[in-house]
């Protein structure tokens, strides 16, 4: 072959060096896009995991906040509370605490009595262990919504307990059995459980004040408050009381206890409910109108409390009470 052959009919010469050297280029550009990627698709579902509806955050960075006027505290901004709230610090399912790490919210805690086990978060954050600390016990309705969602109602109502200085302790029903979970189902059991519960662990946990015990729940929370609470565990009552909303009918059956003469004079129990609760409703078919008015009249005239009340609100549903507003006025006094 000559040597002047014409450039265009020479083979190609390969260029080994060049082709080294771009491989990385490569690699390093493709590491890269990867890594934006990520980083895109991390904000993407921070942004799309936060709360629906009313909670936000301010422009400056602080934490999130939920509106509480739905429930009733008008004007109020309350700190989300929940394990995945950025600004809580909150510890999920830790039963085993560090000093001073009780008076931080705990999440999905566990306890087990005789077989039993179910869960319950204690929203302890902004709580004064050096003053006397009370607490509320709350019972979620049909389906569990307030303990499976505590940044909306519960996050609020922790708000109203916290400036009172008490915890908000909420339970879990031990019926998981059931397609909708409920307390009055199993009642028994479920009250023994709950009974075992604040005997043998929240009691040691926290040094709570027995004269500022309180019992609230919605629905079928209700229901499981009148009806076994009440009637068969009222000594774990010494003072506070029960608010019962949307629900709380009488005990189908004898009480197992009575209660004591103090209980009698100085327990407060109130029933709230709306005029539109009567069951009519195809979305909610529980006539919690005629409940209320039954366990409010079977525990003032038959059982002889002498602080109670009931409160039925014009235009609201099941679905509308202020739970929040409701607790914050008993607590204070005013209904």
């Known amino acids: 072959m000559r040597a002047d052959t014409p450039p265009a009919q020479r083979p190609p010469r390969s260029r080994p060096g060049r082709r080294l050297r771009a491989a990385p280029r490569r690699l390093v550009a493709t590491a890269l896009g990867l890594v934006l990627l990520l980083l895109v698709l991390t904000a993407v579902a921070l942004l799309v995991g936060r709360p629906g509806g009313t909670p936000g955050a301010d422009d400056d960075g602080a ?3 939920v509106a509480c006027g739905t429930w009733g505290l008008e004007g109020v901004e309350a700190p989300v509370r929940g394990p995945d709230a950025p600004h809580s610090g909150g510890l999920f399912g830790v ?5 001073g790490e009780q008076w ?7 306890f087990e009595h005789e077989g039993i086990a179910s869960g319950y978060h204690v929203l302890a954050d902004g709580v004064d262990p050096e003053r006397p600390v009370g607490v509320v016990y709350h019972f979620h309705g049909d389906g569990g919504f307030e303990y499976d969602h505590p940044e909306y109602a519960v996050s609020c109502m922790a708000e109203v307990a916290r400036e009172r200085n008490m915890l908000l302790v909420v339970l879990q029903t031990p019926d998981h059995d059931d397609p909708e979970v409920t307390w009055w189902e199993e009642r028994g059991r479920n009250g023994e459980w709950f009974r075992a519960l604040v005997e043998q662990r929240l009691r040691a946990d926290y040094p709570l004040d027995p004269e500022r015990t309180w019992f609230t729940g919605y629905s079928g929370g209700a229901q499981f408050i009148s009806q076994e609470l009440l009637a068969d565990h009222a000594d774990l009552l010494p003072g506070g009381g029960a608010v019962m909303m949307g629900g709380g009918q009488g005990p189908d059956s004898d009480p197992a ?5 103090a209980q009698l004079e100085d327990l407060r129990l109130h029933w709230d409910v709306g005029r539109l609760d009567d069951g009519s409703d195809p979305a909610a078919t529980f006539d919690a109108l005629s409940a209320a008015r039954d366990g409010y009249r079977w ?4 059982i002889g409390f002498e602080d109670t009340s009931l409160e039925v609100r014009r235009g609201i549903d099941h679905f509308g009470l202020p739970y929040a507003g409701i607790l914050e006025d008993v607590l204070d006094g005013e209904l």
């Open 104 to 110: 931080r919210d705990r999440f999905g805690l566990e």
């Open 299 to 302: 525990y003032t005239r038959w």
């Open 95 to 99: 039963d085993l605490f560090g000093p």
């Open 257 to 261: 206890t009575e209660p004591t003469a």
């Open 63 to 65: 934490a999130e906040t």
